[in-house]
């Protein structure tokens, strides 16, 4: 039965389920959406309303809201129905969902926190009435910088020449100026509107008003035809790196504007915001805007506003963009679909991208998937005809694919030594394109200077106290880390085992590739780019801006360099241990070195002049390798499918990887054991593998173990898992689920 004075409030606390209050009559009734303050284990927390005037419960017992933050609904309906299905498909709570659409400071309650200023401006005379006369040479001065600006002038200018505040005060006693607070807004564009060059605005204009290709003009005319029929449709747009596929978002984006409607563009990762913002910017003008946990809490409270106000007509973000207050979405764009950066981690463990076609479905918008290498999702809705798939084979202006060369280094290890990162041919190239001025790129996708270190004497490796993983040493920073629970030390003296005094360093990331090229070409510009180079606020937009002034002569970074940058002066690019990915024990490892090797081959000779990359490998006969050096995606996906089909792995079936945590191992077996067992009893028309330890074993001082769920009834799966955890709330908490895992590590 209905309750009239009943809420439904969905609290960010993790697995936490909806839970229900009672409105005091004394308060006004909240709308869906609204924030509420709400009692909850002794302390209060803020909650959004997804029901108001919920069904009553068997027990009768309330608690009462403490404050109805909102009298208007703060997210948007439509929102708070995405969160609901997302904390429902990826079996997570509402709260957990509803808190990835709210601005950061809207979680801490309290009115929005909006920047201020004093503004001073003129009092327009009274007709027929003599104005006072001013006292004093300041207040005179005050009045004549104050005349030209009718919509007056900030206390801060004013100070600047020599107007204090106390004789502002006194001209407002008298009746000749007035104050008010003005809002201010934290740009995260700033600098941008004044036309200088900043990471914004670097290489905006460098596509604009070239003639589309043939391939692109028929592209964009079946994207137009979709845009003008104005319903949810989505389709895969696959192009080749530097096939122009920016060209078509903007064109479309224009198309959609022009129809009244609004666009929504997500990328992978923060590092491509500035470029692709830069180029909707130059397009569109202020009506763009950003979103994104690099900003400040400020600018992205800001630009949440305008987003919900109406003041903007298109946003760019990150994978948290899916959940923005935009109204009347006509057109999302998810570029660079496939990248696993799109799937987030921790609760809720959502995929951006299928999040995106879901919401395109309920906004009525066209969904378009674009990847040069798309996912293997995807391009199963393509063949199966539940997307449209259009194809790009060419660069723009008929530029050639990079010519790519694959390094064996097992030939290299035999002539030069097994402690050789960087061969004779790589070498070779880096120092002609050098002499010639052109830029070079290096992949290496791991960072830190050593990945081991261990005892000569003994052979025992430092190990994280926490986890299940070596600690690999980073040489700037002197410290040893864990890059699973960010443990850091010193190195020891000693070993911890034995007691020998030699300690040797194994293995190589980034930094030490760094540091062999700044060795080998000492007056080289070199730029390191990975997670310990860009904590500073800024700097991966400052970096990306020096390249493309031509600032930096070699390039040495992880996958984050890997994807979506448009640098037409780089004309080599190396990959160094291509293979780093092959080895681990995941079903996606083929694909993630296809997609990888494919995307960064693809940064080479995008300008003027022609392109080549050299691709370092112990397997060059392993088909992901075959595949991306001959840039040949259809090969790798006929191979690629055939293993998923064989092996009954997705997207041929769907899969749910459940790991259970214990304070010892044979516990979380155990606990697993119990669960998997509950997870059969329910008939959920699916295999169950396990259980067995995750093969990261321990992670922050908790031991895992994991089995799965595969099947073709996904509803049925998940709520099999539901119904299992319900009935033992002691696991529940010790229990992680990902639905459609990206790692099943």
Request: proline content about 6%; glycine content about 8%; overall charge positive.
């Amino acid at each position: 039965m209905v309750n009239e004075r009943l809420v439904a409030v969905g609290v960010p606390v993790p697995g936490l389920g909806r839970l229900t209050y009672r409105v005091p009559e004394g308060l006004p009734m909240p709308p869906k959406g609204a924030r509420v303050s709400v009692p909850l284990s002794g302390r209060m927390v803020i909650g959004c309303v997804i029901e108001p005037h919920a069904q009553a419960l068997e027990s009768g017992k309330y608690r009462d809201v403490a404050e109805v933050v909102d009298t208007e609904s703060y997210l948007p309906e439509q929102v708070v129905d995405l969160a609901l299905w997302v904390a429902d498909y990826y079996v997570a709570g509402p709260g957990d969902a509803l808190a990835m659409a709210l601005p950061p400071m809207a979680r801490r309650g309290g009115k929005t926190a909006f920047r201020t200023m004093k503004v001073v401006s003129l009092i327009p005379a009274v007709a027929g009435t003599e104005p006072p006369t001013p006292k004093g040479g300041r207040q005179q001065e005050a009045l004549t910088l104050l005349a030209p600006t009718p919509d007056g002038v900030s206390t801060d200018v004013l100070k600047k020449h020599g107007v204090s505040v106390p004789t502002l005060r006194s001209l407002e006693r008298l009746g000749l100026v007035q104050f008010r607070d003005e809002v201010v807004e934290r740009d995260p564009f700033q600098g941008a509107a004044d036309g200088g060059s900043t990471p914004w605005t670097l290489g905006a204009g460098r596509h604009e008003g070239r003639d589309l290709t043939p391939e692109q003009a028929l592209a964009y005319r079946h994207l137009e035809e979709a845009a003008i029929i104005g319903l949810y449709r989505t389709i895969l747009l696959q192009g080749v790196t530097g096939s122009g596929k920016t060209e078509l978002y903007l064109r479309l984006a224009a198309l959609m504007l022009e129809r009244g409607r609004r666009v929504l563009v997500l990328v992978p990762e923060i590092a491509l915001t500035p470029a692709v913002a830069g180029l909707f910017r130059a397009r569109f003008g202020r009506r763009v805007t950003i979103q994104h946990s690099g900003l400040s809490d400020g600018e992205r409270h800001d630009q949440w506003h305008r987003i919900r106000r109406g003041e903007v007509d298109i946003v760019v973000g990150t994978r948290s963009a899916v959940f923005a207050p935009l109204a009347d979405i006509g057109l999302i764009i998810v570029d660079e679909e496939h990248d696993s950066a799109y799937k987030q981690e921790e609760a809720p463990r959502y995929q951006g991208r299928d999040v995106a076609v879901v919401r395109g479905r309920r906004e009525g918008a066209v969904v378009v998937l674009g990847s040069a290498t798309p996912s293997l999702e995807s391009a199963a809705n393509a063949q199966a005809g539940r997307y449209g798939h259009l194809t790009l084979t060419q660069r723009v202006m008929d530029r050639p694919l990079a010519d790519v060369r694959v390094v064996d280094m097992r030939k290299e290890f035999a002539a030069e030594g097994a402690d050789v990162m960087i061969s004779r041919d790589l070498w070779a190239a880096l120092e002609a394109r050098l002499s010639k001025g052109e830029q070079s790129l290096i992949l290496l996708n791991r960072r830190g200077f050593a990945t081991v270190v261990f005892c000569r004497q003994c052979a025992a490796t430092l190990e994280c106290p926490h986890c299940s993983v070596t600690l690999t040493f980073h040489r700037t920073a002197r410290r040893m880390r864990c890059h699973y629970c960010n443990y850091a030390s010193a190195i020891p003296k000693v070993c911890g085992t034995c007691g020998g005094e030699f300690l040797e360093q194994s293995g190589f990331g980034t930094e030490r590739i760094e540091a062999e090229v700044r060795s080998r070409f000492p007056s080289a510009r070199v730029v390191r780019v990975d997670r310990d180079t860009i904590r500073r606020r800024g700097a991966i937009a400052k970096i990306l801006a020096d390249v493309a002034r031509g600032d930096v002569d070699i390039l040495v970074g992880t996958q984050m360099i890997a994807k979506g940058h448009d640098f037409p002066s780089v004309t080599l690019v190396g990959v160094i241990s291509a293979d780093v990915g092959l080895g681990m024990a995941d079903f996606r490892a083929a694909e993630r070195t296809f997609q990888l090797l494919t995307q960064v081959v693809g940064r080479a000779g995008r300008g003027e002049v022609a392109g080549e990359a050299l691709i370092q490998t112990l397997y060059p006969d392993h088909y992901s390798v075959r595949s991306a050096s001959a840039q040949d995606y259809a090969a790798f996906l006929d191979h690629e499918m055939e293993f998923r089909t064989r092996m009954d792995y997705p997207p041929r079936v769907g899969l749910i990887n459940v790991i259970v945590r214990g304070k010892s191992l044979s516990q979380a077996l155990e606990h697993a054991q119990v669960l998997a067992g509950l997870v059969r009893r329910q008939g959920p028309k699916a295999r169950i593998l396990g259980p067995a330890p995750a093969p990261l074993s321990k992670i922050k001082d908790e031991y895992r173990a994991q089995f799965f769920l595969k099947g073709t009834h996904r509803r049925a799966m998940r709520e099999a898992i539901v119904r299992a955890l319900d009935s033992k709330p002691d696991l529940k908490r010790r229990t992680m689920i990902d639905v459609d895992p990206y790692s099943v590590m």
